[in-house]
T-cell receptor, first 106, second 112 residues
């Protein structure tokens, strides 16, 4: 079983839409969770850490559900510039999901 | 920009050769991790160095080795290159372990 699993998508949404991604993890002892975004042929960039109580940064909200072992990312009011691949990351040794591709359409 | 730099940007090698990739960590960061990213996949953890000691290793063979120097910069060495080693190699630094990691732009390695 993979350490981290993500729906690869692709997700194609209109501008202004709300979109949510989920990511499940296998190691219940994991303590660190992050969301990264990666543009085509570029390095991953930290989007946000995920805290137990959930956290929000502008249009982005991250949640952690330890009982069901998943993390989620919600993007509200999607912008064209949100088009990218979103990677969830779990654990101290940074197990990455395969990424979820998002395209925001005008 | 993250302040993490990598060299070279691109590299072409032939099967069986050896390669060394370099990474300078962000100022104030003492931990460096290396990842391999094949096309269409998420980055795969190779190993991590914390204060010059290896601090964890992913599922990669021993021909992948590394070093961290007193200034916390790091090298990744790959011996006996195989075609499947063609990938983007990313290094990331963090202030401590565990911690938010900041990635360099990567080295794109092509093995022919």
């Amino acid at each position: 079983r993979k350490e981290v699993e993500q729906d690869p998508g692709p997700f194609n949404v209109p501008e202004g839409a709300t979109v949510a991604f989920n990511c499940t993890y296998s190691n219940s002892a994991s303590q660190s969770f992050f969301w990264y975004r990666q543009d085509c042929r570029k390095e991953p960039k930290l989007l946000m850490s995920v805290y137990s109580s959930g956290n929000e940064d502008g249009r982005f909200t991250a949640q952690l559900n330890r009982a069901s072992q998943y993390i989620s990312l919600l993007i509200r009011d999607s912008k064209l510039s949100d088009s990218a691949t979103y990677l969830c990351v779990v654990g101290n040794q940074f197990y990455f999901g395969t990424g979820t591709s998002l395209t925001v359409i005008p | 920009e993250t302040g993490v730099t990598q060299s070279p940007t691109h590299l072409i090698k032939t099967r069986g050769q050896q390669v060394t990739l370099r990474c300078s960590s962000q100022s104030g960061h003492n931990t460096v991790s290396w990842y391999q990213q094949a096309l269409g996949q998420g980055p795969q953890f190779i190993f991590q160095y914390y204060r010059e000691e290896e601090n964890g290793r992913g599922n990669f063979p021993p021909r992948f080795s590394g070093l961290q120097f007193p200034n916390y910069s790091s090298e990744l060495n790959v011996n006996a290159l195989e075609l499947d080693d063609s990938a983007l190699y990313l290094c990331a630094s963090s202030r401590d372990r565990p911690g938010e990691q900041y990635f360099g732009p990567g080295t794109r390695l092509t093995v022919t």
